[in-house]
Nanobody, 119 residues
Framework: QVQLVEYGGGLVQPGGSLRLSCAASGSFFSGIMFNIAVMGWYRQAPGKQRELVASIPPVGSTNYADSVKGRFTISRDNAKKMVYLQMDSLKPEDTAVYYC????????WGQGTQVTVSA
């Protein structure tokens, strides 16, 4: 059993900021399973495929898609089983539903959180 719940999205003007949060729970992420998982934030814009925008390993460097590098920051709190995405300097093209999940392979997807960047 696994549950991923994303929240923190909303409507923001271009240049604005949002902080997304993802709570992981369920027996799959019990014990150390969350701590050793490479976690990521994905997004899916209307009519487009879901894409990985940021990932964070248990240790080591974070990785970002070129389109968000320098604007987004991913972080995690293993004690709380939480993953965060700080999004700054938002652009209209960042508009999408954002999801978090484990990488390779992903587990059951959550509902995601809508981010809309518009004036």
């Amino acid at each position: 059993q696994v549950q991923l719940v994303e929240y923190g999205g909303g409507l923001v003007q271009p240049g604005g900021s949002l902080r997304l949060s993802c709570a992981a729970s369920g027996s799959f992420f019990s014990g150390i399973m969350f701590n050793i998982a490479v976690m990521g934030w994905y997004r899916q814009a209307p009519g487009k495929q879901r894409e990985l925008v940021a990932s964070i390993p248990p240790v080591g460097s974070t990785n970002y898609a070129d389109s968000v590098k320098g604007r987004f920051t991913i972080s995690r709190d293993n004690a709380k089983k939480m993953v965060y995405l700080q999004m700054d300097s938002l652009k209209p093209e960042d508009t999408a539903v954002y999801y978090c999940n484990r990488l390779s392979p992903p587990v059951d997807w959550g509902q995601g959180t809508q981010v809309t960047v518009s004036a």
